[in-house]
Nanobody, 116 residues
């Protein structure tokens, strides 16, 4: 079965950096687009970044452009999100996602807190 397991979250000060990882299993990782979403307290889940199977033409939410970088290692079945210049408003639970045959698959999510 499809499994997506996030890691790398935690508490960081404003201006700091974190790298999230998502270990994927149970499907042919290299052929599917992958995404990161986040959900802040009291808000809806929203797309942060998306990367196609070829790693070309990545997409980012306006709020993270120039600060976050999505990447993937198809040999390791792993998705990454490098987050730099973090702001308090980046505080949220971050989810790894893929979509196959009109069905969304999600990891359990990992919290990121940006605070002094």
């Amino acid at each position: 079965q499809v499994q997506l397991v996030e890691s790398g979250g935690g508490l960081v000060q404003p201006g700091g950096s974190l790298r999230l990882s998502c270990a994927a299993s149970g499907f042919t990782f290299r052929v599917y687009a992958m995404s990161w979403y986040h959900q802040a307290p009291g808000k809806e889940r929203e797309l942060v970044a998306r990367i196609p199977s070829t790693s070309l033409n990545t997409n980012y939410a306006d709020s993270v452009k120039g600060r976050f970088t999505i990447s993937r290692d198809n040999a390791k079945n792993t998705l990454y999100l490098q987050m730099n210049s973090l702001k308090p408003e980046d505080t949220a639970v971050y989810y790894c996602n893929t979509r196959m045959r009109d069905m969304d698959y999600w990891g359990k999510g990992i919290p990121v807190t940006v605070s002094l």
